[in-house]
């Protein structure tokens, strides 16, 4: 019956807007529903720089009713395609039931012997805000109860931000993936609110008062019904909150005080308890390098105050800590693997002292200070190392960690002495541990629960491949231990910001694992695990590094053995689909299928969506010539050709997509499906979700199984091709 209601909703959108079927030369099997075709082409022709772009479907940006109702109907298509999968249903059950078996904790900080964290225990759909404290453990915010409230629509926790005396946390909750979160601040011991809630307070609260009075958050400006939808994420201001009266603005672009700042530059205020002293930052959409001031602690509040520039962009700082009266600058400026700066707060940058020095083979990613020194994260290819730097000497010690993998996230107090790391690996759960530097040991702080997972039923390797220009591309490869080859194989690429794809437990990773399918992750370019020239060597005309090196990295699993053409598939998403689509079409043959997951596919019109102008800074402007020609390079849509036979490919959006709007997926789908190609081209949408971010375990669970599914399809294994002759349920 219900693929009964499925075929029917499909027609009727199909007949409503006048779509035409298309066929597939792999045909799933009699009485599967007919695909609806792509929308009519309403062709917008532009000449820039002297190259013609012409785009099909340019009028999709606006979301009419009838470009929803196709957008609906495809995911109605796609659905029931992967629940005719015989092998689906069940292998539903096994994820959930793998996923369920963890409980993950984020987010932990502890004040006054208080802690707080997100935590998602065990089968739980949601992370929920837990206190602990000499009273016992017990929810402050419970998102199974918000829910209820709501008509059982998903929320989600957006960030939390204890105040320095623990007496309070503040909260951003936000709907259906939307991450359009509202602030309100609880009581840490009774769970009251206390304040709120304030709206457009999406980017989260960057610091309390000492006292823990008043806090100081982001906040989006108020749009008018006639501002285009570019509007939505410039002239952000810095607002602070006594709790008792509304905000107040102190800085940004259209702030009465304070340092200029254009309407592109988010304002941030940051004070350490300790200090005498407050740090205002602004960033410059997604670029990494902040530009900082510092001010007396007095000032902080007041738009007349005293900031005094401590360094531009060019000073290459993207994070800073402070203790008393020191200031630690991590730089990448003349240390392309960074570099740790120390100075007195007051002083110009120039006199900065190196306190740890940048190393080829290592790369600095963070740093904490505590009561006893300071603490720097550093990594060797994926594999974390922890430093302390002593006050006193100077001297930098490296301190052994429980266990090769990757810290995921550090908490310090510069308050306390010690820190508390999470740390996680391939196979490996994450674990909370608390660093005691008296006794130089590491205490297991037992929150969580570790799983079904045996790391001992796998196979690391650490591999590099060959790229076209002779660079050799780090290569992660997990592996079912004892397994034939050559078996199925995914590979995940991102490639931009310099994120980096580390040693971290993913249970989606891990459940394709768990089916017995290998799982490489390919460190491409553009992404910073190898530090900042290995960014800016996946940047801007540089930027087809990013794909090629995916598509070195699939070249050489099949080189290995370990994988052949017809069982390699490739997974990414957001700005990873550039590198998803650009691969699939200079490489068609290579792939046996592409998971899509809400790509950036049309980068000449993706400064036009909402999201867009924060992303000029990494990616260019087609307002000028070079940037034009990187961004028509990247693009997925402009590249597609007829008569090509690309890949199966499962490309995924969410209606509620505030950083890549569902209408960029969507025009992707239609110019693949226009081309031709014989092969499946499938749009799953999630009418509940935004970027994934705030997903509940449900949707993230389903989104893994019908990959996985997908992938056994597309690679011939036996049971796994949608068969609409057996009752779907």
Same mark, same amino acid.
């Given at each position: 019956?219900?693929?009964?209601?499925?075929?029917?909703?499909?027609?009727?959108?199909?007949?409503?807007?006048?779509?035409?079927?298309?066929?597939?030369?792999?045909?799933?099997?009699?009485?599967?529903?007919?695909?609806?075709?792509?929308?009519?082409?309403?062709?917008?022709?532009?000449?820039?720089?002297?190259?013609?772009?012409?785009?099909?479907?340019?009028?999709?940006?606006?979301?009419?009713?009838?470009?929803?109702?196709?957008?609906?109907?495809?995911?109605?298509?796609?659905?029931?395609?992967?629940?005719?999968?015989?092998?689906?249903?069940?292998?539903?059950?096994?994820?959930?039931?793998?996923?369920?078996?963890?409980?993950?904790?984020?987010?932990?900080?502890?004040?006054?012997?208080?802690?707080?964290?997100?935590?998602?225990?065990?089968?739980?759909?949601?992370?929920?805000?837990?206190?602990?404290?000499?009273?016992?453990?017990?929810?402050?915010?419970?998102?199974?109860?918000?829910?209820?409230?709501?008509?059982?629509?998903?929320?989600?926790?957006?960030?939390?931000?204890?105040?320095?005396?623990?007496?309070?946390?503040?909260?951003?909750?936000?709907?259906? $993936? &939307?991450?359009?979160?509202? +602030? !309100?601040?609880?009581? /840490?011991? %009774?769970?009251? *609110?206390? @304040?709120?809630?304030?709206?457009?307070?999406?980017?989260?609260?960057?610091?309390?008062?000492?006292?823990?009075?008043?806090?100081?958050?982001?906040?989006?400006?108020?749009?008018?019904?006639?501002?285009?939808?570019?509007?939505?994420?410039?002239?952000?201001?810095?607002?602070?909150?006594?709790?008792?009266?509304?905000?107040?603005?102190?800085?940004?672009?259209?702030?009465?005080?304070?340092?200029?700042?254009?309407?592109?530059?988010?304002?941030?205020?940051?004070?350490?308890?300790?200090?005498?002293?407050?740090?205002?930052?602004?960033?410059?959409?997604?670029?990494?390098?902040?530009?900082?001031?510092?001010?007396?602690?007095?000032?902080?509040?007041?738009?007349?105050?005293?900031?005094?520039?401590?360094?531009?962009?060019?000073?290459?700082?993207?994070?800073?800590?402070?203790? $008393? &009266?020191?200031?630690?600058? +991590? !730089?990448?400026?003349? /240390?392309? %693997?960074?570099? *740790?700066? @120390?100075?007195?707060?007051?002083?110009?940058?120039?006199?900065?002292?190196?306190?740890?020095?940048?190393?080829?083979?290592?790369?600095?990613?963070?740093?904490?200070?505590?009561?006893?020194?300071?603490?720097?994260?550093?990594?060797?290819?994926?594999?974390?190392?922890?430093?302390?730097?002593?006050?006193?000497?100077?001297?930098?010690?490296?301190?052994?960690?429980?266990?090769?993998?990757?810290?995921?996230?550090?908490?310090?107090?510069?308050?306390?002495?010690?820190?508390?790391?999470?740390?996680?690996?391939?196979?490996?759960?994450?674990?909370?541990?608390?660093?005691?530097?008296?006794?130089?040991?590491?205490?297991?702080?037992?929150?969580?629960?570790?799983?079904?997972?045996?790391?001992?039923?796998?196979?690391?390797?650490?591999?590099?491949?060959?790229?076209?220009?002779?660079?050799?591309?780090?290569?992660? +490869?997990?592996?079912?231990?004892?397994?034939?080859?050559?078996?199925? @194989?995914?590979?995940?690429?991102?490639?931009?910001?310099?994120?980096?794809?580390?040693?971290?437990?993913?249970?989606?990773?891990?459940?394709?694992?768990?089916?017995?399918?290998?799982?490489?992750?390919?460190?491409?370019?553009?992404?910073?695990?190898?530090?900042?020239?290995?960014?800016?060597?996946?940047?801007?005309?540089?930027?087809?590094?990013?794909?090629?090196?995916?598509?070195?990295?699939?070249?050489?699993?099949?080189?290995?053995?370990?994988?052949?053409?017809?069982?390699?598939?490739?997974?990414?998403?957001?700005?990873?689909?550039?590198?998803?689509?650009?691969?699939?079409?200079?490489?068609?043959?290579?792939?046996?299928?592409?998971?899509?997951?809400?790509?950036?596919?049309?980068?000449?019109?993706?400064?036009?969506?909402?999201?867009?102008?924060?992303?000029?800074?990494?990616?260019?402007?087609?307002?000028?010539?070079?940037?034009?020609?990187?961004?028509?390079?990247?693009?997925?849509?402009?590249?597609?050709?007829?008569?090509?036979?690309?890949?199966?490919?499962?490309?995924?959006?969410?209606?509620?997509?505030?950083?890549?709007?569902?209408?960029?997926?969507?025009?992707?789908?239609?110019?693949?499906?226009?081309?031709?190609?014989?092969?499946?081209?499938?749009?799953?949408?999630?009418?509940?979700?935004?970027?994934?971010?705030?997903?509940?375990?449900?949707?993230?669970?389903?989104?893994?199984?019908?990959?996985?599914?997908?992938?056994?399809?597309?690679?011939?294994?036996?049971?796994?091709?949608?068969?609409?002759?057996?009752?779907?349920?």
């Amino acid at each position: 019956m219900k693929r009964r209601a499925l075929a029917l909703l499909i027609a009727l959108c199909g007949s409503a807007i006048g779509l035409a079927a298309v066929s597939q030369a792999d045909p799933v099997a009699s009485g599967a529903p007919q695909q609806p075709g792509p929308l009519a082409p309403r062709p917008v022709t532009e000449t820039l720089f002297g190259q013609t772009v012409t785009d099909n479907y340019r009028y999709f940006e606006q979301l009419e009713p009838a470009t929803i109702a196709w957008m609906t109907a495809q995911g109605a298509y796609t659905r029931s395609l992967i629940d005719a999968i015989p092998g689906r249903a069940d292998l539903g059950k096994r994820v959930s039931a793998f996923t369920g078996s963890f409980g993950f904790i984020s987010d932990y900080a502890e004040f006054d012997g208080r802690a707080f964290y997100e935590e998602r225990a065990p089968g739980a759909d949601n992370y929920d805000l837990v206190v602990k404290d000499s009273k016992g453990t017990r929810k402050i915010v419970d998102i199974a109860a918000v829910m209820a409230a709501h008509g059982g629509k998903p929320f989600a926790i957006n960030y939390i931000a204890p105040s320095p005396d623990g007496s309070k946390v503040a909260v951003g909750l936000s709907q259906g $993936g &939307s991450e359009a979160a509202e +602030l !309100s601040v609880y009581d /840490a011991a %009774t769970g009251a *609110v206390i @304040a709120g809630p304030i709206d457009r307070a999406q980017f989260g609260v960057t610091s309390w008062a000492l006292n823990s009075e008043k806090l100081y958050f982001i906040r989006l400006k108020a749009l008018k019904p006639t501002d285009p939808g570019t509007e939505k994420f410039r002239d952000t201001s810095l607002q602070v909150w006594n709790l008792k009266s509304d905000p107040v603005t102190l800085y940004g672009s259209l702030a009465g005080g304070g340092p200029k700042l254009t309407p592109d530059e988010t304002p941030a205020l940051a004070i350490a308890p300790t200090t005498n002293f407050a740090v205002l930052i602004s960033r410059n959409g997604v670029q990494n390098e902040l530009k900082i001031w510092i001010a007396p602690l007095a000032d902080a509040d007041k738009q007349d105050g005293k900031w005094t520039l401590l360094g531009d962009r060019d000073a290459g700082i993207t994070s800073f800590d402070a203790h $008393g &009266s020191d200031l630690f600058l +991590l !730089s990448h400026k003349n /240390a392309p %693997t960074f570099q *740790v700066l @120390a100075l007195q707060a007051g002083q110009p940058l120039s006199t900065a002292k190196v306190l740890v020095a940048a190393q080829p083979d290592r790369v600095i990613e963070g740093i904490n200070a505590a009561a006893d020194g300071l603490y720097v994260l550093a990594r060797k290819g994926a594999y974390s190392e922890l430093l302390r730097v002593d006050p006193k000497t100077g001297k930098t010690a490296e301190i052994a960690l429980p266990t090769k993998g990757h810290v995921g996230s550090v908490f310090s107090d510069p308050r306390y002495a010690g820190v508390t790391p999470e740390l996680s690996s391939w196979v490996l759960a994450p674990t909370l541990y608390r660093y005691d530097p008296k006794s130089g040991k590491f205490a297991d702080l037992h929150i969580g629960v570790h799983g079904d997972i045996d790391s001992a039923a796998f196979t690391i390797s650490d591999l590099d491949a060959k790229a076209r220009d002779g660079a050799m591309v780090p290569l992660s +490869l997990v592996q079912p231990k004892g397994a034939s080859v050559p078996q199925i @194989a995914v590979i995940e690429a991102y490639g931009s910001y310099g994120i980096s794809n580390l040693a971290d437990f993913s249970t989606r990773r891990a459940a394709f694992m768990k089916e017995g399918i290998a799982y490489g992750i390919c460190h491409v370019r553009g992404g910073g695990e190898l530090g900042e020239s290995w960014r800016l060597g996946g940047k801007d005309a540089n930027k087809h590094n990013t794909w090629q090196d995916i598509i070195a990295c699939g070249d050489d699993l099949v080189a290995r053995g370990i994988t052949t053409k017809g069982q390699l598939f490739i997974l990414g998403g957001s700005a990873g689909g550039i590198t998803m689509g650009r691969a699939l079409e200079e490489r068609p043959d290579l792939f046996a299928g592409v998971m899509d997951l809400v790509p950036s596919a049309n980068t000449l019109r993706a400064e036009f969506s909402p999201n867009g102008p924060d992303n000029i800074p990494e990616f260019g402007t087609v307002t000028n010539e070079q940037g034009f020609k990187n961004l028509y390079e990247m693009d997925s849509i402009v590249h597609v050709q007829k008569g090509v036979t690309y890949p199966a490919i499962m490309i995924s959006t969410g209606l509620n997509d505030p950083r890549v709007a569902p209408w960029i997926p969507a025009k992707f789908e239609a110019a693949l499906l226009a081309s031709g190609t014989p092969n499946p081209v499938l749009l799953r949408v999630d009418a509940q979700a935004g970027h994934g971010i705030g997903s509940t375990r449900s949707q993230t669970d389903a989104l893994a199984a019908d990959w996985i599914a997908f992938v056994k399809w597309r690679a011939g294994v036996a049971g796994w091709r949608p068969d609409f002759s057996r009752s779907v349920p």
